[in-house]
């Protein structure tokens, strides 16, 4: 499945693409639709970020229930059931949210004290990924744990990724923008190191630095640092 928005009139589009990339099924939506997420029965649930509600429709389209909450929605799926994760309006932090498409109702589930940048597919011992501005964490949804996977820093990487996706507990894909002479996106494969390589680098001396606000140039000092030093 896959979503389209016109940003001028707010309708959206929910397509349905074979394997060629052919449409088989779409969808009209007369709302602007933030992030959606399709059940194994094709019923759909859409954020409308101008009304600030999440929507359930059936797989044909048709309303089935809605409820306001905010304009950003992170939707995923875990264990056969379907959530979505939006801030928190009474405070900071961030609301999980049930989405029953059987009983037509959503349901608040968890609430946590921190705010996620996205969500994607969990792995191995995830429910689901959240993603923060420093990198990917592995989040529990009966434990209410958190765990990180990947920090941007630590990984010795030049540049901050925008987009990323889990492939598996082993590799990770993301997007970032190029920043010489021709501005335009780039992808790389990041893998899991080997046992040996991630033994000599636990054994490292680890160096805390704080700061009011991490500059992109004291993260790149601090990634260039990492580099060279072996200690």
Known sequence: WALMNDGYSNKSIVVNLDQNMNSKKIIDFDIGAEDFIVDSYGR???????????????????????????????????????????????????????LDFDKKNISEINVLDFEIKDTMNGFGKYDVCFAFNDGIYGYNLDRNTLEEVINWIDSDLDFDPDIFSIIDENKIICRYWGNGEVYKPFFTLLKRVDDETLKTIQERKVLNVAAGFMTENMRNQIKEFNKINNN
């Open 44 to 98: 759909i649930a859409l954020s409308d970020y101008v009304n600030e509600e999440i929507i359930l429709y059936d797989s044909e389209g048709n309303h089935l229930y809605s409820e306001k909450i905010t304009k950003e929605s992170h939707c995923f799926e875990a264990g056969g059931k379907y959530y979505t994760a939006v801030p928190n309006i009474k405070k900071s932090g961030t609301v999980i949210y049930l």
